[in-house]
């Protein structure tokens, strides 16, 4: 079992190495987040090539910003902080963004789905239900994988994502409500026996 005080002290050590400029430690810091910040990047609906380029700038904002790191959160809540940002800050300048709350109806089909039907026959449903979340909308979709994959608070969200925690809870339980509404639909358990 790993002392959470040990735990703490190599992360300062390590919180050190990289305010200091340390090249082996930083890279190791992307290597331990680059998954996250891509994650981001691709929830916010970012091509490919587009992720790669903003999670770039995720972390030469980082790297600029270990400084003012304070440790009040956690350190991937603080990434997931300015990797969302840099990609809503991307958007803007190079699309248009879109009303993201409208987007529900456009992006979620009624009925049933063969294709996720047949995932959740072939004893894929955890995959169904993260190919649901994808279609939520962004929004939606980002609270809902900070929330139960990246086991974020609520009110690490609302930093996140620069808005309240009212609004997290309200994103929360739309997300879950659609989602029971779909996948109930997509697995045909509809109730009509």
């Known amino acids: 079992m790993v002392d959470a005080a040990w735990k703490s002290r190599q992360q300062g050590k390590w919180l050190r190495l990289l305010r200091r400029g340390d090249h082996q430690a930083f890279a190791e810091f992307i290597d ?11 929830r916010l609906g970012l091509r490919e090539e587009e992720v790669e ?20 959160s956690e350190l991937s809540t603080w990434l997931w902080s300015i990797a969302y940002r840099q990609g809503i800050s991307y958007l803007r300048k190079n699309r248009r963004l879109t009303r993201l709350d409208d987007e529900i109806e456009q992006q979620i ?25 994808e279609r939520l909308p962004r929004l939606w979709a980002m609270a809902v994988i900070l929330y139960y994959r990246e086991e974020k608070s609520v009110a690490d969200i609302a ?18 409500e659609k989602l029971r509404e779909v996948l109930t639909g997509a697995l045909g358990k509809e109730g009509d026996a």
């Open 32 to 42: 331990k987040y680059k998954q996250t910040v891509f994650l981001c990047c691709r």
């Open 53 to 72: 380029d903003v999670a770039a700038e995720t972390f030469m904002a980082a790297y600029e910003g270990l400084g003012r790191y304070s440790g009040r």
């Open 109 to 133: 089909p009624d009925g049933r789905a063969s294709e996720p039907l047949a995932a959740a026959l072939d004893g894929e449903t955890e995959q169904l239900v993260w190919k649901a979340v």
């Open 159 to 176: 930093k996140i994502m620069q808005t309240n925690e009212n609004t997290v809870k309200t994103w929360l339980h739309r997300a879950r």
